[in-house]
């Protein structure tokens, strides 16, 4: 796909106003608009300007072909995107859209699903996992990425991450008894810019799932029944999805080799060597070493921890995944979230600024905790006192992790609690 129409984004704070700015465009049937002549293959912009704002299928033109539409296939004189001449959705490419704020409105149409049954995964996806999950209010997670034609991802010689290439797709399924609730692509439109976008399911209960629409701007949330109970589902907004994935984090979170390196279910190979056979790595990565590896922090859909893990490698794991993107140094990004002390996996816990150390965040409701780590004591540890604290609809509680959970982990919290017990004094 041709992007060189997109005006470059200089910063990456231009990133959070387009996360958190979009605009629908039509239903998913009816007349198409004109679509507008525009330049052959032009689309987006182009045929925004020309065309008339059609509904997502159908017509000449079809949909996000209006004032600023998307261009999702060939325009020209029989106008663009997602509508066919016959009427036929035309299918995407699996690929970040030339309009930002217009994401396709059905994950059937993206091209990352397989359009008669978007709960499979394109053939061009590859599945993997990782070693130490995001928690995620208790949901089972399917993930899969997907490279635009002829690139590869750059593994860091450093820091071990996996460096995707402009144009890649990360693909997230969320599932509570075997019932999709949510899936997210996370795309890398350019060099400076990722985005995010939501799709909510159809098919509760007894239904069959057979669509998922894009979510808005802001955040959403639903009682979904799956047929063995009612899960009630957050869908963040576009911006909650970057203060996640910021600019210290490089973007993407969980790739990299400490998270990559393992077995999938059902394989016999490790990742590395499967991937590295499948032809992805622009140069054959270095394997890490046992200690840089992550450990499953406690039992769930990925397995058990190894039976050597200690428990400080559990719990510095845990923290790694899901607190380690905001609590690192900023490494001269403005707009590190939280540079004051570092919770990634390979920090020292003297280096990581935590113990014994005044929070500067205040107290927590209820709490006298006012060191971020209390050797010997959890309740006094405010890191655990905020992992402890429900989710309240203002967000006024203080609860860590801030964005993307609205559910304490039990299993976690004890795993962290543990680990406090078990440090007897600071380094």
Not at 51 to 62: E, W
Not at 210 to 218: D, F, L, N, Q, W
Not at 229 to 252: E, I, K
Not at 422 to 427: L, Q, T, Y
């Given at each position: 796909?041709?992007?060189?129409?997109?005006?470059?984004?200089?910063a990456?704070?231009?990133?959070?106003?387009?996360?958190?700015?979009?605009?629908?465009?039509?239903?998913?049937?009816?007349?198409?608009?004109?679509?507008?002549?525009?330049?052959?293959?032009?689309?987006g912009?182009?045929?925004?300007?020309a065309?008339?704002?059609?509904?997502?299928?159908?017509?000449?033109?079809?949909a996000?072909?209006?004032?600023?539409?998307?261009?999702?296939?060939?325009?020209?004189?029989?106008?663009?995107?997602?509508?066919?001449?016959?009427?036929?959705?035309?299918?995407?490419?699996?690929?970040?859209?030339?309009?930002?704020?217009?994401?396709?409105?059905?994950?059937?149409?993206?091209?990352?699903?397989?359009?008669t049954?978007?709960?499979?995964?394109?053939?061009?996806?590859?599945?993997?996992?990782?070693?130490?999950?995001?928690?995620s209010?208790?949901?089972?997670k399917?993930?899969?990425?997907?490279?635009?034609?002829?690139?590869?991802?750059?593994v860091?010689?450093?820091?071990?991450?996996w460096?995707?290439?402009?144009?890649?797709?990360l693909?997230?399924?969320?599932?509570?008894?075997?019932?999709?609730?949510?899936?997210?692509?996370?795309?890398?439109?350019?060099?400076?810019?990722w985005?995010?976008?939501?799709?909510?399911?159809n098919?509760?209960?007894?239904?069959?799932q057979?669509?998922?629409?894009?979510?808005?701007?802001?955040q959403?949330?639903?009682?979904?029944d799956?047929?063995k109970?009612?899960?009630?589902?957050?869908?963040?907004?576009?911006?909650?999805?970057?203060?996640?994935?910021?600019?210290?984090?490089?973007?993407?979170?969980?790739?990299?080799?400490?998270?990559?390196?393992?077995?999938?279910?059902?394989?016999?190979k490790n990742?590395?060597?499967?991937?590295?056979?499948?032809?992805?790595?622009?140069?054959?990565?270095?394997?890490?070493?046992?200690d840089?590896?992550?450990?499953t922090?406690y039992?769930?859909?990925?397995g058990?921890?190894?039976?050597?893990?200690?428990?400080?490698?559990?719990?510095?794991?845990?923290?790694?995944?899901?607190?380690?993107?905001?609590?690192?140094?900023?490494?001269?990004?403005?707009?590190?979230?939280?540079?004051?002390?570092?919770?990634?996996?390979?920090?020292?816990?003297?280096?990581?600024?935590?113990?014994?150390?005044?929070?500067?965040?205040?107290?927590?409701?209820?709490?006298?905790?006012?060191?971020?780590?209390?050797?010997?004591?959890?309740?006094?540890?405010?890191?655990?006192?905020?992992?402890?604290?429900?989710?309240?609809?203002s967000?006024?509680?203080?609860?860590?992790?801030?964005?993307?959970?609205?559910?304490?982990?039990?299993?976690?919290?004890?795993?962290?609690?543990?680990?406090?017990t078990?440090?007897?004094?600071?380094?």
């Open positions: 796909m041709d992007h060189s129409h997109r005006k470059p984004l200089l990456f704070a231009a990133l959070l106003l387009v996360a958190g700015c979009s605009s629908t465009a039509g239903t998913p049937s009816g007349q198409g608009g004109d679509g507008g002549v525009g330049a052959a293959g032009s689309g912009a182009a045929a925004g300007a065309g008339s704002a059609g509904s997502v299928s159908g017509g000449a033109g079809g996000m072909a209006g004032a600023g539409g998307i261009a999702n296939g060939g325009a020209g004189a029989a106008g663009t995107a997602n509508g066919g001449a016959g009427g036929a959705p035309v299918i995407g490419t699996c690929s970040p859209p030339d309009d930002l704020y217009n994401p396709i409105q059905n994950l059937s149409q993206t091209g990352c699903v397989d359009p049954d978007p709960t499979k995964l394109t053939a061009r996806a590859v599945p993997y996992e990782v070693n130490s999950p995001l928690w209010d208790g949901a089972d399917t993930r899969a990425f997907v490279l635009p034609a002829g690139q590869k991802i750059h860091d010689a450093t820091t071990g991450k460096v995707f290439p402009v144009g890649s797709v693909i997230k399924n969320f599932l509570f008894d075997g019932k999709f609730v949510e899936t997210r692509l996370f795309m890398h439109a350019d060099a400076s810019t985005v995010g976008y939501g799709y909510k399911w098919g509760q209960g007894a239904a069959k057979t669509e998922a629409t894009v979510v808005g701007i802001g959403d949330d639903i009682m979904f799956t047929g109970q009612t899960v009630h589902w957050f869908y963040p907004s576009r911006q909650n999805c970057m203060d996640c994935h910021n600019a210290v984090a490089g973007g993407s979170l969980g790739p990299s080799n400490a998270q990559m390196y393992r077995v999938a279910t059902g394989h016999t990742q590395f060597d499967e991937f590295q056979t499948m032809g992805l790595f622009d140069a054959p990565p270095v394997a890490p070493t046992a840089q590896v992550l450990v922090p039992s769930g859909q990925l058990s921890p190894p039976a050597s893990a200690t428990l400080d490698q559990k719990a510095r794991s845990y923290l790694q995944a899901n607190c380690a993107h905001c609590h690192q140094p900023n490494d001269g990004f403005v707009m590190s979230p939280f540079p004051n002390f570092d919770l990634r996996y390979a920090t020292s816990l003297k280096d990581a600024k935590i113990c014994d150390v005044a929070t500067s965040k205040g107290t927590v409701q209820g709490s006298t905790a006012t060191t971020i780590l209390k050797p010997g004591s959890p309740m006094d540890s405010v890191m655990w006192v905020r992992m402890n604290e429900p989710y309240t609809d967000n006024t509680s203080g609860r860590m992790p801030q964005i993307g959970t609205h559910v304490v982990d039990a299993d976690g919290l004890k795993l962290i609690g543990d680990w406090i078990s440090i007897k004094s600071c380094p």
